[in-house]
């Protein structure tokens, strides 16, 4: 049986308290060597994307006790942010400010414009909140609503249409998913902002829109649209007078909410991606982040790691289900 003398137990327990704290440091070290942290928010400035990016990201940043700085690098439904971060070093200098439009809608409407792999070039981080979309009408519809509008989309297929931000956009797919729930034939008019559909659907341009709630909140509580209903799974708490969709035997297992989270070049460091989860989870839990998530129709959520990689899965698989049966094509 081995002997160990005093001074050799004494090494050995030195040496171990040696690398624990050099792990330890490794472990504190700041993102991008403590320079200034860009998070790429791959739409314009001034939109809901990013001011969520703005609530959320300046309290990441305050946890971590490190600069992270806001740069929209907009275009190409998302695409031309998300690549720069799929090209970028795997250092903890670039992150991304992410939805599901570049990550999981663009790959499957315009494959052949897309120059990264939403699965392979990325480190799912976090999700930071989720908001739903909302169905609603124009002014003097005939439908008090959702199980009327079904009747009467049924009694006219092909006569309503319906608009959204653009052909092959998360708005779009979700208007395709409705459609096919309730076995509805409307025509889609494709607009290149939700603010303008918004519009046309109070002036009574177009019939009916699908918008995010954080959008067509205002215009809902003056009266100005009609809202048949949000598309997550239980009504929204700020507008509890909106049923869900889910409610109507139509759409009886919709459930749809836009995400919003973080995520880093492909291969990032485990004690950076360690750091940067235990900061999004704390930004997501605090109390004034939750109040303001909420004013726009929003709220924290954090999904996390490999479980975050898994709830992308499951909606790229989703959504391929609905475009393949819609035939969305992005030319």
Not at 47 to 74: M, Y
Not at 183 to 188: E, N, Q, S, T
Request: hydrophobic fraction near 45%.
């Amino acid at each position: 049986m081995p002997r160990f003398s005093p001074l050799s137990s004494l090494a050995r327990a030195t040496a171990l308290a040696c690398a624990l704290g050099a792990v330890a440091a490794h472990a504190q070290a700041p993102l991008c060597g403590g320079r200034p942290v860009t998070v790429v928010v791959p739409f314009a400035a001034g939109g809901g994307v990013d001011a969520t990016a703005r609530l959320v990201v300046p309290k990441v940043a305050e946890v971590l006790k490190q600069p992270l700085v806001i740069e929209n690098v907009a275009g190409a439904a998302g695409t031309i942010g998300t690549q720069k971060v799929a090209r970028a070093a795997a250092d903890g200098c670039t992150l991304l400010f992410a939805v599901a439009s570049p990550l999981n809608v663009a790959p499957l409407v315009a494959p052949a414009a897309v120059r990264y792999d939403s699965f392979k070039d990325f480190t799912p981080l976090s999700t930071v909140a989720v908001g739903p979309f909302v169905l609603v009408g124009k002014p003097g519809l005939p439908a008090a609503n959702a199980a009327e509008l079904v009747k009467l989309v049924r009694s006219q297929p092909g006569k309503l249409n319906f608009g959204t931000d653009g052909v092959g956009t998360s708005l779009h797919v979700t208007a395709e998913l409705l459609k096919q729930r309730a076995g509805l034939d409307m025509v889609h008019v494709p607009y290149k902002s939700g603010p303008q559909v918004l519009t046309d659907v109070a002036g009574g341009q177009v019939d009916l829109g699908v918008l995010p709630l954080t959008l067509a909140q205002p215009f809902i509580r003056e009266g100005k649209v009609r809202a048949y209903g949000v598309t997550s799974a239980a009504r929204w708490p700020g507008l509890p007078e909106v049923p869900a969709l889910a409610e109507t035997p139509e759409f009886k297992g919709v459930d749809v909410e836009s995400w919003l989270g973080l995520l880093a070049p492909a291969n990032l460091p485990a004690p950076m991606n360690a750091a940067l989860l235990q900061a999004i989870e704390a930004a997501t839990r605090d109390p004034e982040i939750t109040r303001k998530l909420g004013d726009i129709a929003n709220k924290p959520l954090a999904i996390q790691g490999p479980k975050f990689g898994e709830y992308l899965a499951r909606e790229r698989k989703l959504l391929q289900d609905v475009v393949t049966r819609a035939q969305i094509k992005v030319e």
